[in-house]
């Protein structure tokens, strides 16, 4: 059983590695010639933060949260701007399900849906809580330093290290999750990770909140292997802002500030897969 667990799951990662490859190719030029012109464009949106963040954060990578948590920190952008960015951004997500035919339907009303749910809190929250949360920073070095790392290494090699680490994420979930439908089974994994009730959101909310990459291939793995619904992987996408979350806890002097920017992310991603939940 071992070891037609793992030839399978060999192939289905191999497959996906050259569409992986290409994929972060283009994401890794288009990240490293393209920041200062988004930089520039979030600095000076104004009202229209909010949409402009949520359009710009769906491109399937991390350095848009990041931009964005340096620029809240320097007091540039609203805190709806930042919030649209951190739940619009899908980091690997999209990339994974372009690797796997069957989902690519889905594709589009991910996305639609994740940027509708970023505009709309984006705005409510700035409508709402902007006096509460904006107040005068000092913007921190993090992101610069973090973009002068990725020009270092070059656009080739930055795009094979990162197809190279989220191939070993890929391969070792992918690995335990066949392994545990083998044993269990699909219905009885999903009935574990409360299927079919209104908890589910929560717990996908919750590993949304790793910092790391390695949480939007866990939940797309999961939604793709039908032990999450659809709800639940919106519910952790929404809060899945990568290593973005990292660079707002660092770069933001107001740390208690920092805890509320992400508590406020979690509850929309919560009510958002909820919201789904009932309606699907």
């Given at each position: 059983m071992?070891?037609?667990?793992?030839?399978?799951?060999?192939t289905d990662c191999l497959k996906m590695l050259p569409y992986l490859f290409a994929a972060f190719l283009l994401l890794e030029a288009l990240e490293q010639y393209s920041n200062t012109f988004t930089e520039k464009v979030l600095s000076k949106v104004g009202k229209a933060g909010p949409m402009v963040g949520a359009l710009l954060g769906c491109v399937?990578?991390?350095g848009f949260s990041i931009m964005a948590a340096n620029l809240y920190a320097g007091?540039?952008?609203?805190?709806?701007?930042?919030?649209?960015?951190?739940?619009?951004?899908?980091?690997?997500?999209?990339?994974?399900?372009?690797?796997?035919p069957g989902a690519l339907a889905d594709i589009g009303f991910l996305v639609a849906v994740k940027v509708a749910v970023a505009v709309f809190s984006g705005y409510l929250v700035d409508l709402?809580?902007?006096?509460?949360?904006?107040?005068?920073?000092?913007?921190?070095?993090?992101?610069?330093q973090w973009a002068d790392q990725k020009e270092e290494k070059g656009v080739i090699k930055a795009a094979w290290e990162h197809t190279a680490r989220i191939f070993v994420y890929l391969f070792v979930f992918t690995g335990v999750l066949n392994l545990c439908v083998e044993i269990f089974g699909v219905g009885r994994l999903s009935a574990f990770l409360l299927g079919d009730s209104i908890f589910q959101p929560v717990i996908a909310?919750?590993?949304?909140?790793?910092?790391?990459?390695?949480?939007?291939?866990?939940?797309?793995?999961?939604?793709?292997?039908?032990?999450v619904s659809f709800a639940s992987v919106i519910a952790g996408l929404c809060t899945g802002a990568g290593i973005g979350l990292v660079v707002l806890c660092k770069v933001n002097q107001d740390r208690q500030e920092s805890v509320r920017v992400i508590g406020i992310l979690f509850v929309i991603g919560v009510t958002a897969g909820l919201f789904l939940e009932l309606l699907m």
């Open positions: 071992i070891i037609d667990i793992l030839a399978d799951t060999s399937p990578q991390c007091g540039v952008i609203s805190v709806g701007t930042l919030l649209s960015v951190f739940i619009a951004t899908s980091d690997e997500a999209i990339l994974i399900m372009l690797g796997n709402l809580l902007a006096d509460k949360l904006s107040v005068p920073k000092e913007s921190g070095k993090l992101c610069r909310a919750m590993i949304g909140l790793i910092p790391n990459c390695a949480a939007s291939v866990i939940l797309t793995q999961l939604y793709l292997g039908g032990a």
